[in-house]
């Protein structure tokens, strides 16, 4: 596709649940991105991706949270027993993957943990 | 750690007036700045990057200027329209080279 897509658009989980968001970049795009935005405020760095490693983790908020990307294209970031304070839009970003590049975002996948 | 700044949180303007948003950042040591348009329940849509050895960016009716040493970027908006509604966020790319750090954002409201 010409953009950054992400699946689901929404999910709607319980508290406790586990669940997948998934990140398709843009087609030759070595790096991406994950960041997360709660209402009200400004996206904040998750992780990032060279490739199929991850270069950076620190922005994961705990050990809950998990992100892959075995083949050096799509990812997965896995949330595992879920809390209301997930609830968030997940934000996955790709770009060329040369320092300075400019990203470019997905929709976002809406989360809400009931 | 880069903290940035956008001001005013919220603006509301009659279509035609020309408007400035304004960033400012803590850290003057950063790559890039690039300003985002985001739409109600949307992502974010790049519309101007300016590296840090730049000073301005120009796309059609938006202008955006960049002032390392005082750690301030502008968007400018020119002859707005009810269309330009949205929230405008900008974010400085900093430290290692790829995360970026983003403001809250400005949400515009443009009247017809």
């Known amino acids: 596709g010409a953009g950054v897509s992400q699946t689901p658009s929404n999910k709607v989980t319980e508290k406790g649940k586990y669940v997948e968001l998934r990140c398709d970049p843009i087609?030759?795009?070595?790096?991406l991105y994950w960041y997360r935005q709660s209402l009200g405020q400004g996206p904040e760095f998750l992780i990032y991706?060279?490739?199929?490693?991850?270069?950076?983790d620190s922005g994961l908020p705990n050990d809950r949270f998990f992100a892959v990307r075995p083949e050096g294209s799509v990812s997965t970031l896995k949330i595992q027993r879920t809390e209301r304070g997930d609830s968030a839009v997940y934000l996955c970003?790709?770009?060329?993957?040369?320092?300075?590049?400019?990203?470019?975002f997905g929709p976002g996948t809406r989360l809400t943990v009931l | 750690k880069q903290e940035v700044t956008q001001i005013p949180a919220a603006l509301s303007v009659p279509e035609g007036e020309n408007l400035v948003l304004n960033c400012s950042f803590t850290?003057?040591?950063?790559?890039?700045l690039q300003w985002f348009r985001q739409d109600p329940g949307k992502g974010l849509t790049s519309l101007l990057l300016i590296q840090s050895s730049q000073r301005e960016q120009t796309s059609g009716r938006l202008n955006a200027s960049l002032d390392k040493s005082s750690g301030r970027s502008t968007l400018y908006i020119a002859a707005s329209q009810p269309g330009d509604s949205a929230t405008y966020l900008c974010?400085?790319?900093?430290?290692?080279?790829?995360?970026?750090?983003f403001g809250k954002g400005t949400s515009l409201l443009v009247t017809p």
């Open positions: 850290d003057s040591a950063i790559y890039n």
């Open positions: 087609s030759g795009h070595t790096a």
């Open positions: 970003a790709s770009s060329p993957g040369l320092a300075n590049n400019e990203q470019f």
């Open positions: 974010a400085a790319l900093t430290g290692s080279g790829y995360a970026l750090n």
């Open positions: 991706f060279q490739g199929t490693g991850a270069a950076d």
